[in-house]
């Protein structure tokens, strides 16, 4: 799947300690370029930033709590109602139909002007413009393969599901009856679903270019961190249609948010979707069914905020990443991208997938590397390696790791000081004991992707 990889990281401000995001209903919230800022919570105070851009030199919106209750600082935020722009979907869809009806060699798309455009009928576009020419139909129904990757990893870059991810995703939905896709940050997994007429899918992107390759009630602007409908309440309407004609065929959320995402803002959204589809379904309260592909090392996060969603072993291989897929030069141990999903782990079927084993004891599919505990009772490996058990911690543990008995835990068996941690502290990138964020593997051995998906 195409992946933006953008927003707000998990980080701390200038060492001053741990920034928290306070869940709340972001409507009445100042807005930047990106929508309602999200209000964040730091040692020296609480702020609304946005919910988009890890670097303030790309959103320098930052208003201080106390200060949004002044009027004046409330009117010149109000600059924002009118500077986000709008989409012409209709218009960009009457232009899709007269570029179809031209030869391949007639079409082409400029991504400097992000315009579809008829070659005979249009200005010339400059030497240095990102030209792509002679569009085939396989690419105007797949734009993931002609729009140009997005690179700035500080606000949305983007990378590919590889085609084994987007059959495996198909896969696990119809083993569970499900044929609909809210797709968020997924464009690949909804190109893909449009080729099979047992799907149907709703693409909610951040990447305004999709806007040019599709029905106008096939892609909706979106912002998955403060869950923003930049349409507002025409593509809400189109939303809630797409839900309620799901209500009998299983609706699921398929998602791929940048790596730095914070994760209370992302379950944020899918509560309130899942709110929004039982209300508008007439349903019993539930969280809908999740397909959530992210780091092995958000697992503690995610499963402190909400249990229900638990992670897979698969590993999620991406088409153009070098380190997170199956050619040379890719991470050691695998891509350390996994599902976290509240679907049952006995319907995702790696059968066909050397890389994967049926254990027998879990009852379900976990890497051939994966070793199940006996006292742990349980598959730990999280990394893809073969972990080991500690019997005097009681628990299994990566294989460089050693029981360190004046820390009295296990610890990085390289470079680790003793005493240098107390044990309620731990990294904030792995959630591992024994280093800091800055001494953490993950900095050093794996590139940072990045939504999303």
Wanted: charged residues 25%; proline residues 5%.
């Amino acid at each position: 799947m195409t992946k933006k990889r953008k927003f707000v990281p998990t980080e701390t401000i200038q060492n001053s300690g741990p920034v928290e995001v306070v869940v709340e209903d972001v409507t009445s919230h100042p807005l930047c370029l990106h929508g309602p800022t999200l209000l964040f919570s730091s040692p020296k105070g609480r702020y609304f930033a946005c919910s988009a851009c890890r670097n303030k030199k790309d959103c320098t919106v930052h208003i201080e709590e106390e200060d949004w209750k002044k009027e004046g600082v409330k009117k010149r935020n109000e600059k924002y109602y009118s500077l986000i722009p709008k989409l012409d979907k209709e218009a960009a869809w009457n232009n899709l139909q007269e570029v179809k009806l031209r030869h391949p060699s007639d079409r082409a798309y400029c991504d400097t002007c992000k315009e579809l455009y008829i070659i005979s009928k249009s200005r010339k576009h400059i030497k240095d413009h990102k030209v792509i020419l002679s569009l085939t139909n396989e690419q105007l129904t797949h734009p993931s393969t002609v729009l140009p990757p997005l690179e700035n990893d500080g606000h949305e870059a983007q990378y590919l599901f590889s085609k084994k991810a987007i059959s495996t995703v198909l896969g696990i939905l119809t083993n569970n009856k499900i044929s609909n896709i809210l797709c968020i940050g997924t464009p690949t997994i909804h190109e893909a679903a449009q080729d099979h007429p047992e799907f149907n899918s709703l693409l909610l992107d951040y990447d305004t270019r999709h806007h040019l390759f599709h029905p106008t009630n096939k892609f909706l602007w979106y912002n998955m961190f403060n869950n923003y409908l930049f349409d507002g309440n025409k593509d809400e309407k189109i939303l809630k249609k797409f839900m309620k004609q799901s209500k009998n065929k299983g609706l699921a959320i398929v998602m791929d948010p940048p790596f730095g995402g914070r994760v209370e803002p992302l379950i944020q959204t899918i509560k309130e979707l899942s709110n929004l589809y039982n209300t508008v379904c007439e349903t019993a309260d539930k969280v809908l069914p999740v397909i959530w592909a992210f780091p092995y090392f958000s697992e503690p996060y995610i499963k402190n905020i909400m249990p229900e969603i638990k992670m897979h072993d698969y590993q999620v291989e991406y088409a153009n990443h070098k380190k997170f897929g199956n050619k040379n030069g890719g991470r050691k141990f695998g891509s350390p991208v996994r599902f976290f999903t509240n679907l049952p782990f006995s319907t995702i079927d790696l059968s066909n997938d050397s890389g994967y084993k049926l254990c027998d004891k879990c009852k379900f599919w976990v890497s051939v590397a994966n070793r199940h505990c006996t006292k742990c009772r349980e598959c730990t490996s999280k990394n893809g390696m073969t972990y080991k058990h500690c019997n005097i911690c009681k628990r299994c543990v990566k294989p460089t790791f050693v029981h360190c008995a004046k820390c009295e835990r296990c610890c990085q068996e390289k470079g680790h000081i003793c005493g240098t941690l107390v044990e309620s502290q731990s990294c904030y990138t792995c959630n591992e004991k024994g280093h800091k964020k800055s001494e953490c593997p993950q900095n050093k051995g794996e590139s940072k992707k990045k939504k999303h998906k």
